[in-house]
């Protein structure tokens, strides 16, 4: 038997958000295990790995991977399949693209690269991907598109500070109470998990406000349950009982918000003296102060909360009036009425929330309603009444994506070969590349490139990629394994697993730079992007954009500006990395502040939690509005009464693990719904039944488990499972059409408008595509029905 020898690799589970880096053993040519890597300086302990990554070691080796080119053999989705050489694969591509291309230009081919889930998503796979199309200029609608857009709207509106979504959960140190709010890091977000648990034996105290009873649920000492899409209110309830009973903090409130600014009765704008200053009203001096816009100084010696005032001839309220009279809608009625949490309970709520210090409220990505982005904007409210956000150990995260020093490379290079303001690619908001797909206009979609993400599982619904693969002349996946989306392509080209290939990992979360190497040869006929890219670009005549290796590449990323690396002692070359494996930056030993001392990009330099220009949308203060399609108290359903929620599952990271017996067998060995006994009995359904969870889009076939951690009025199936390990259908058919113009509403477009003239000249780099909108998130926001299956009432769909 060999020694053993080890090199790092990206979790294939990368796509949680985690980023974790796996030391990987190698024996004889073959990977033995996955560990956890050996980080060095204030981050020693940090490298832990969950059960996927432990799991991992054995996902190369699988027989179900996409190993060799394959040309579609039968009808499109048939599953007939000859093997082809990768020269005749890329041949035949190419040449079709050149005919596109001819024929109605670029925007009729799209690639789509949704870069989150493709190890290391900041790397040389994300940044090539860009170069390529900026080489191309095919439409890219994901990089208009979010998938996580609450967290982000409600940050853009009220900070104008995005990195206000993301804290590092290792400032939970000291933390009194955590809300966990509508997500489930105990089983999705492992390092979040850790310092949960290390509160909690600490004596924190834990709620968990959810839907489903899921882990963090259980781990919690106080679950309480709302109904899906309706957390806006119970906020907003809170926010109430905290400014009815004096119990905000007035102090943090004069300094990081625009609590005192004067607003007009007239036109709702806040109210400016003629130098173009804010005024506060001085109770004292009985008369009003200006203040300097960008954080000017408040010299009001007692400023006003409410009331009402007279400023040369104009009446005006401080927005803190504005906030009150807003949340006095939200009593305990109300909120009971809306969300099911009993008014003992909201009272209860809320008095632990004012009197706990300091209190993180843990909200993440789990809120994927339309509304998505007024509930998170009244976390941000409640965190901003406390004095929670920005306060040692206390605060309000809604995205748990834990970064924290983001490591910066030269990506601008790599991306935009022409410098950025050639660049080429077309960024079409997902909305626009919906109605493309839909009417052909501009120019019909005639070719459709994947190279990373699993659109036709991920981003629903299945009907829109069934007619849109329909009109294409071209489908092409590349992946390493074969996916839902793989099943539609013409041809499927098998990417190399993170350990076949060459990278550089944005490990941001500990602050090192990581070098992932092969860890064995690609299995089959495998092949990096660097191959596909650097092929693709000879054949269609821009092969001198694409003349490095992928070692050669990764020499030009580190070669970066940003100074925790640029400033490295010595240096952090390529030669040194390669020596090193992984190199710690230049990064603080404590973990970012990422409120940054509570500057904010609003003209005020304030938190702005009352926003003048979304009055035309009645938006201006988060509210409460309906979801999208979930049935509420207030606009039931008869005909599709339940909620259709398909969220994460914990073997699975999206649709990977999939393919593991092993993980599938700790997931249920194969797919079911879960209903509440009551619903079941309801519909005369029994534990085990066959049923049809159906609504106007679609359908899937399901054996039914009663289970009382599903709340009456929700149909729970897993997110993960392939459409093939399903009877029939799959969850992917019932869901709306994401960023399709039924799903987005003014307040997106809106959105969209301001995100895009304030990203002009300069498009997102790579791996910033989150932050640019043109989708609200809907995949819960679906409405459905059960019936027992037969077989003759089956709902038609594709
Ligand atoms: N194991 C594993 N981990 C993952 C992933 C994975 O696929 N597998 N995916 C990763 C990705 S990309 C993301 S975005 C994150 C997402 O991670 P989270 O944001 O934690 O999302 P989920 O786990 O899907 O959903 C969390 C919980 O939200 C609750 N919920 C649903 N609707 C409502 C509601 O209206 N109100 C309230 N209060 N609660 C509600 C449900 O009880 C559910 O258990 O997870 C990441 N981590
Ligand atoms: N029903 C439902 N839908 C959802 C969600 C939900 O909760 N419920 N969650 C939404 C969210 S938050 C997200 S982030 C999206 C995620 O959507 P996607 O990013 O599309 O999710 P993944 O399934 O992780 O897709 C990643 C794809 O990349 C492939 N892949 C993995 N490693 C490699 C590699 O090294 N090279 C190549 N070429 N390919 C690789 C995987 O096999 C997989 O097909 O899904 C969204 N869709
Ligand atoms: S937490 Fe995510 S990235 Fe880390 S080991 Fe687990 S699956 Fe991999
Ligand atoms: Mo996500």
């Not at 406390?386 to 290079?413: H, R, Y």
């Not at 993400?453 to 394994?481: C, M, Q």
Request: include cysteine; hydrophobic fraction near 35%; aromatic fraction near 12%.
């Amino acid at each position: 038997m060999g020694e053993e020898s080890f090199v790092y690799t990206a979790c294939p589970g990368w796509g949680d958000h985690e980023h974790c880096a796996l030391k990987t053993i190698v024996r004889d040519g073959k990977i033995v295990r996955t560990e956890k890597i050996e980080y060095t300086g204030p981050e020693k302990e940090y490298g832990y790995i969950c059960q996927k990554g432990v799991m991992s070691c054995r996902q190369p080796y699988n027989e179900d991977r996409l190993l060799y080119p394959m040309k579609r053999a039968g009808k499109r989705g048939e599953g007939k399949w000859e093997r082809i050489t990768w020269e005749q694969a890329l041949d035949e591509i190419a040449e079709k693209l050149i005919a596109i291309k001819d024929e109605y230009g670029s925007a009729a081919v799209t690639h789509w690269h949704l870069p989150a889930a493709v190890p290391p998503h900041l790397g040389i796979t994300g940044m090539l991907a860009t170069r390529w199309n900026n080489c191309f200029g095919a439409v890219d609608p994901v990089a208009g598109v979010g998938y996580d857009n609450g967290p982000s709207y409600a940050t853009w509106f009220q900070f104008a500070n995005p990195m206000m979504q993301l804290v590092d959960p290792a400032r939970f140190h000291n933390t009194e109470l955590l809300i966990i709010w509508g997500c489930n890091p105990i089983e999705n977000q492992q390092r979040v998990a850790n310092a949960i648990v290390e509160a909690q034996s600490r004596g924190a105290y834990i709620v968990d406000i959810g839907l489903i009873f899921d882990g963090s649920a259980g781990k919690a000492d106080w679950f309480v349950p709302c109904k899906p899409g309706t957390d806006a209110a119970l906020a907003l309830g809170m926010a109430r009982y905290l400014i009815e009973n004096e119990l905000y903090d007035a102090a943090y409130m004069t300094e990081h918000t625009i609590a005192n600014y004067l607003t007009s009765v007239f036109d709702g704008e806040l109210v400016k003296d003629g130098q173009g200053n804010y005024l506060v009203w001085d109770l004292e001096a009985t008369g009003p102060v200006s203040v300097a816009p960008a954080r000017g100084e408040i010299a009001a010696a007692r400023p006003a909360f409410t009331g009402s005032y007279e400023v040369d001839g104009v009446s005006c309220t401080p927005a803190f009036e504005l906030l009150k009279r807003h949340a006095a809608r939200y009593t305990p009625e109300y909120v009971e009425h809306i969300c099911g949490v009993p008014p003992t309970d909201l009272l209860k709520l809320s008095h632990m929330y004012a009197t706990t210090k300091p209190s993180f409220i843990v909200g993440a990505l789990g809120l994927r309603y339309q509304n998505a982005g007024e509930t998170y904007s009244s976390f941000y409210i409640l965190g901003a009444l406390t004095g929670n956000i920005g306060a040692e150990s206390g605060g309000v995260t809604t995205a748990l994506m834990p970064t924290c020093i983001p490591i910066m490379f030269n990506d601008k290079e790599i991306c935009y070969p022409d410098g950025q303001e050639n660049a080429k690619h077309l960024m079409v908001k997902q909305e626009e590349f919906v109605r493309q797909c839909r009417t052909g206009e501009p120019v019909p979609m005639k070719a459709f490139i994947k190279t990373s993400g699993n659109p036709v599982h991920n981003a629903p619904t299945r009907s829109f990629w069934l007619e849109t693969f329909e009109k294409a002349d071209l489908v092409v996946d590349f992946d390493i394994w074969y996916t839902d989306t793989g099943e539609l392509a013409d041809y499927l080209l098998p990417d190399c697993m993170p350990f076949e290939r060459y990278d550089i990992l944005n490990s941001a979360d500990y602050n090192h730079v990581v070098l992932q190497e092969p860890a064995i040869e690609p299995q089959g006929e495998a092949r990096d992007c660097t191959y596909l890219y650097t092929e693709l670009a000879k054949r269609l005549g821009f092969g001198e954009y694409f003349d490095k290796t992928t070692e050669e590449w990764l020499a030009v990323m580190l070669d970066t500006d940003y100074p925790l690396v640029k400033f490295l002692d010595p240096p952090l070359t390529y030669e040194r990395l390669k020596k090193e494996k992984c190199v710690r930056t230049l990064a603080p030993a404590e973990p970012l502040d990422n409120t940054n001392g509570m500057q904010f990009g609003t003209p005020t330099g304030r938190m702005e939690f009352y926003i003048p220009r979304l009055r035309p949308y009645g938006r201006e203060i988060a509210t409460y509005v309906e979801p999208l399609e979930v049935p509420t108290t207030d606009t039931p359903n008869e005909k599709y009464p339940y909620q259709f929620f398909s969220g994460r599952q914990r073997f699975f990271m999206q649709s990977m693990f999939t393919d593991d017996p092993v993980m599938c067998e700790l997931s249920g060995g194969k797919p079911c719904a879960r209903m509440n006994p009551i619903d079941a009995k309801r519909e005369g359904l029994r534990d085990n039944d066959k049923i049809e969870v159906y609504n106007q889009r679609g359908h899937v076939i399901v054996p039914l488990r009663l289970d009382e951690a599903m709340p009456p009025g929700t149909v729970h199936v897993w997110f993960g499972w392939r459409r093939r390990q399903f009877e029939k259908g799959t969850y992917a058919e019932l869901i709306p059409t994401v960023g399709a113009p039924e799903t987005i509403n003014d307040i997106a477009q809106y959105w969209w408008d301001e995100q895009t003239q304030f990203m002009k000249p300069e498009p997102q780099p790579a791996g910033g595509a989150t932050m640019a909108v043109g989708a609200w998130d809907t995949l819960w926001d679906t409405a459905c029905a059960v019936r027992k299956y037969e077989e003759q009432k089956e709902v038609t769909n594709g």
